[in-house]
């Protein structure tokens, strides 16, 4: 999961970076399609399934998290979206592996017995990831013009 979230974060990076470079909000919104495709509904499907049910659907912990998840799933509702949808979504995106770091997986390992903790464990996997290079807009003005 720490791997996984790593990467959002390089996302959150590429967005902000992007948007300083300003790239075409169509570009940066075209890789986070992509990111979101290939990563992040495998990743909160993983969650969804085999962490949060050890707090309950009615812990307040888990009903932020699923509320975060909801706001990341319609932010991709979109057909297009501007700098100013980037920067809010960089912002929900970083704010909530934060959220899930600090506060909700240390809630988990507090109340999850240790066989919990040793399935869970058995289960996740940690993911081969693969960037997508077609358009790396984050790269330096001159290196950043798509093929």
């Known amino acids: 999961m720490s791997r996984d979230h790593h990467h959002g974060l390089l996302v959150g990076w590429k967005i902000r970076t992007g948007i300083r ?13 992509w990111f979101y495709k290939n990563h992040l ?25 699923m509320r975060e998840h909801q706001a990341i799933h ?26 899930e770091e600090r506060v909700l ?7 999850a ?13 940690d993911e081969d990831f693969k960037e997508n290079t077609n358009d790396e807009f984050w790269l330096a003005p001159t290196q950043n013009t798509p093929d």
């Open 113 to 125: 017995t240790e066989k919990e903790l040793s399935v869970l464990g058995d289960h996740l996997v």
């Open 21 to 33: 470079y300003k790239i075409d909000p169509s570009r940066i919104y075209k890789y986070l399609i």
């Open 74 to 99: 319609t932010f991709f509702n979109q057909k297009k979206v501007s700098e100013a949808d980037l920067s809010e979504f960089e912002k929900l995106l970083t704010a909530h592996i934060r959220f």
């Open 105 to 111: 997986f240390n809630t988990i390992q507090q109340q």
């Open 41 to 65: 509904i495998d990743h909160f499907q993983e969650e969804e399934t085999l962490l949060f049910p050890l707090l309950g659907s009615d812990h307040p912990e888990v009903i932020q998290a």
